[in-house]
């Protein structure tokens, strides 16, 4: 289960950092460093019996650009596990980059960042067709593990070295 309560916002002039907690197996705090705005409206939402949970990051900007970093909490039974937790976010990605393709959707390029275990996860750049006469829309992707049993999918319109620096510094905490 995954239940997220907001504990600490910390704004700075240059950076932001947020720092939460959830309960997994037991209760873990997670934190994150956002850069390129300074102010971010940060709230959760735990949904699917509190397996996924969303963080949504908003610009408190008109036209600032916003993220939705969603956290999975995979827990199988060790004795009767049929799910290799290992590949899970594997799997995501080629499933959403494929449902992308399917939509008319493409892949501009991608990057790959390491994440703070040393890690490294690719940022898909994704452009979606939009409606006659509006312009398509473009956001970044990203599929990985915080640890064996949760794991992270981060759809970001915020620019790359914004959406990296989630990346790099989304963690768990001791």
């Given at each position: 289960?995954?239940?997220?309560?907001?504990?600490?916002?910390?704004?700075?002039?240059?950076?932001?950092?947020?720092?939460?907690?959830?309960?997994?197996?037991?209760?873990?705090?997670?934190?994150?460093?956002?850069?390129?705005?300074?102010?971010?409206?940060?709230?959760?939402?735990?949904?699917?019996?509190?397996?996924?949970?969303?963080?949504?990051?908003?610009?408190?900007?008109?036209?600032?650009?916003?993220?939705?970093?969603?956290?999975?909490?995979?827990?199988?039974?060790?004795?009767?596990?049929?799910?290799?937790?290992?590949?899970?976010?594997?799997?995501?990605?080629?499933?959403?980059?494929?449902?992308?393709?399917?939509?008319?959707?493409?892949?501009?390029?991608?990057?790959?960042?390491?994440?703070?275990?040393?890690?490294?996860?690719?940022?898909?750049?994704v452009v979606?067709?939009?409606?006659?006469?509006?312009?398509?829309?473009?956001?970044?992707?990203?599929?990985?593990?915080?640890?064996?049993?949760?794991?992270?999918?981060?759809?970001?319109?915020?620019?790359?070295?914004a959406t990296?620096?989630?990346?790099?510094?989304?963690?768990?905490?001791?």
């Open positions: 289960m995954l239940c997220l309560a907001l504990s600490a916002i910390i704004l700075l002039p240059t950076s932001s950092a947020y720092e939460g907690s959830i309960s997994v197996i037991g209760t873990k705090n997670i934190s994150f460093e956002l850069i390129s705005e300074p102010e971010y409206s940060i709230s959760s939402n735990a949904s699917a019996a509190m397996s996924i949970q969303t963080i949504s990051v908003n610009s408190t900007k008109p036209d600032g650009k916003n993220a939705s970093i969603m956290i999975m909490s995979m827990a199988i039974d060790a004795e009767n596990q049929t799910l290799n937790n290992s590949e899970f976010s594997g799997f995501m990605e080629s499933m959403f980059m494929g449902m992308i393709k399917l939509a008319n959707g493409r892949e501009l390029g991608s990057i790959v960042v390491a994440n703070p275990m040393g890690g490294n996860v690719t940022l898909h750049r979606m067709q939009s409606a006659v006469n509006r312009p398509a829309n473009e956001s970044i992707m990203a599929f990985w593990d915080l640890d064996e049993y949760n794991h992270v999918i981060l759809t970001s319109d915020m620019d790359l070295n990296s620096k989630i990346v790099e510094t989304l963690k768990m905490l001791p």
